[in-house]
């Protein structure tokens, strides 16, 4: 029998980018600790990834492919970009705001820049698309880095001046702003198991860091609304989900209890009252067998080897219902080059969140990423995450057959459980 799972009217249907992964040119911290390690991971790439991946993706052990450059030149293509997405019925976008190019010398502004980013809000508007800004997605001007970075005791006060900045300047056009993007990400990236810049390892560091990110995103969020009282401001947040590997077991039930304190509530706590809406960024499930985390094996899994789950969604926006907030979906998605997969884990992740509404929660969108294929910060360009393929060499875009299925739910504003079963794809590994 054919069921079609509706969702609420005004639902925002959409994709997320962000500045330094397609824009290109970028010049931060990042692009240049890019072509400091470039090498490193290159060489790392060898050992880390399992022989299937780099069998299937050779790329990986090439210097070139950490190394962002143009990425997918979509500062210069945006507009080609949109009409792409509002083809695909696209009624929202998620993009990010690059800092460095806005504030590129201490307390020196670029109204230049301020202007791009005025023609990506309006080439958004034009073409019926909500913008939701993003002020940070992990990058820093150079001249924040030389003083410290995050770490800074100055960082605060910086991105606070600079989030009052663009809210002057682009306020009157955008309604829904999201400070900071995934801050405990970074937190593990960069200071708990080093892997990114500055690549520190240091307990002590990584509780700080909790509290400067939330005091920075409260300091932007009481900038914002002495703007505009009626802006809608959050920030992007990773949630997990996990579970024991045996049931009242206690060791087991102890990593989870902390893997979601420290992953999934933490931010929330610090951040409560400042906070419009709730944002869920969801790729990833976790199973704790005391003293680490366990593979599913029957799961399948991503080009990356992540493992699929789409019931963890359901679980984090159930968890999430009880601030009484909004939420938006505002990244996921999976690496998946050649598009077997994307298709049902659309439906599947849709389904799971459908069912959440279905039980109360005031989930208001839903934006998969990525628009594009971008650069993956640590791992390049081999990851393939976007509804679009680019051609790297011509820059060519490419709409992928899983972009025209989402398309149709888009247009719809529902899944057709009967639709996406014809297609006769499987999440089989």
């Known amino acids: 029998m054919e069921k079609e799972l509706k969702f609420p009217e005004g639902f925002l249907w959409g994709a997320s980018t962000s500045a330094h992964q397609v824009e290109g040119g970028t010049k931060n911290q990042w692009s240049e600790w890019e072509k400091e390690n470039a090498g490193r991971l290159a060489e790392k790439a060898k050992t880390y990834w399992q022989p299937w991946q780099r069998e299937k993706f050779p790329e990986m052990l090439k210097p070139e492919n950490y190394i962002s450059g143009r990425a997918a030149d979509h500062y210069n293509r945006f507009e080609e970009d949109f009409d792409i997405a509002k083809s695909l019925n696209h009624n929202a976008h998620r993009f990010s705001i ?34 939701f800004v993003t002020l940070w997605h992990w990058t820093n001007p150079l001249w924040l880095e030389e003083k410290g970075g995050c770490e800074s005791k100055d960082f605060i006060f910086h991105f606070s001046r600079y989030s009052e900045y663009i809210a002057e300047k682009l306020g009157k056009e955008v309604k829904f702003w999201i400070t900071l993007n995934e801050p405990t990400t970074v937190i593990a990236g960069a200071y708990l198991i080093g892997a990114w810049p500055p690549q520190k390892r240091n307990l002590l560091v990584v509780w700080k860091m909790y509290r400067v990110f939330a005091r920075a995103h409260i300091e932007a969020y009481k900038k914002i609304h002495a703007i505009d009282s009626k802006a809608q401001v959050g920030f992007a947040n990773m949630l997990h989900s996990f579970e024991p590997y045996r049931r009242r077991w206690f060791l087991d039930e102890v990593m989870v209890w902390m893997g979601k304190y420290l992953t999934n509530r933490k931010m929330l706590s610090l951040t409560k009252g400042y906070n419009d809406f709730l944002t869920v960024q969801y790729y990833f499930h976790n199973r704790f067998k005391f003293p680490r985390k366990v593979r599913v094996d029957h799961l399948p899994v991503s080009d990356l080897n992540w493992e699929i789950y789409p019931h963890g969604i359901y679980r984090v926006i159930r968890k999430l219902k009880e601030h009484n907030l909004p939420i938006y979906v505002t990244e996921n998605g999976l690496a998946d080059a050649s598009d077997s997969k994307r298709e049902i884990f659309i439906r599947e992740h849709l389904k799971e969140i459908h069912q959440a509404i279905q039980e109360g929660a005031d989930v208001r969108g839903y934006f998969h990423w990525s628009l594009l ?57």
């Not at 051609?391 to 247009?411: G, H, N, P, W």
């Not at 996406?420 to 999440?427: D, I, Q």
């Open 373 to 429: 294929d971008n650069f993956e910060w640590d791992k390049g360009f081999w990851p393939r995450f976007g509804l679009v393929g680019i051609d790297y060499a011509t820059m060519e875009r490419k709409v992928r057959e899983s972009a025209l299925f989402y398309a149709q739910i888009c247009r719809k504003n529902s899944i057709n459980l009967i639709e996406g079963k014809k297609s006769r794809k499987t999440l089989d590994r």
């Open 98 to 131: 690059e800092w460095s190019r806005i504030e590129p010398e201490e307390g020196k502004f670029d109204e230049k820049e301020i202007e791009h980013y005025r023609c990506v809000i309006r080439a958004l508007r034009k073409r019926g698309m909500e913008p």
